[in-house]
């Protein structure tokens, strides 16, 4: 059974930081290209970050200088560290693994920007 659990999440101020894991059992962790989504109400999914096999990282124009996603293969976990967050980073992010044909999700983490 594949399982990815995401946490982390939590209420900040703008400004703030916050830290999201990803915990995946059940998968080679190694060999999948791992990312993080985030889902605002009333907006469709959306891509945050995603980070190859070989560490090659991609973000969303909207989080580049704040975000990084990194990942540990020994701990099978990605990271992302949220930076200088705004209102408009309120969400629930996701954790999503991929590798050839298969797709995996995490059931999300609740991330809130507000003073």
């Known amino acids: 059974q594949v399982l990815l659990v995401e946490s982390g999440g939590g209420l900040v101020q703008p400004g703030g930081s916050l830290r999201l894991s990803c915990a995946a059992s059940g998968i080679i962790f190694r060999i999948h290209t791992m990312g993080w989504y985030r889902q605002a109400p009333g907006n469709e999914r959306e891509l945050v970050a995603t980070?190859?096999?070989?560490?090659?990282?991609n973000y969303a124009e909207s989080v580049k200088g704040r975000f990084t996603i990194s990942r540990d293969n020994a701990k099978n976990t990605v990271y992302l560290q949220m930076n200088s967050l705004k209102p408009e980073d309120t969400a629930v992010y996701y954790c999503?693994?991929?590798?050839?044909?298969?797709?995996?999700w995490g059931k999300g983490t609740l991330v809130t920007v507000s003073s």
């Open positions: 980070i190859t096999m070989g560490g090659v990282t």
């Open positions: 999503n693994a991929y590798y050839s044909s298969s797709i995996f």
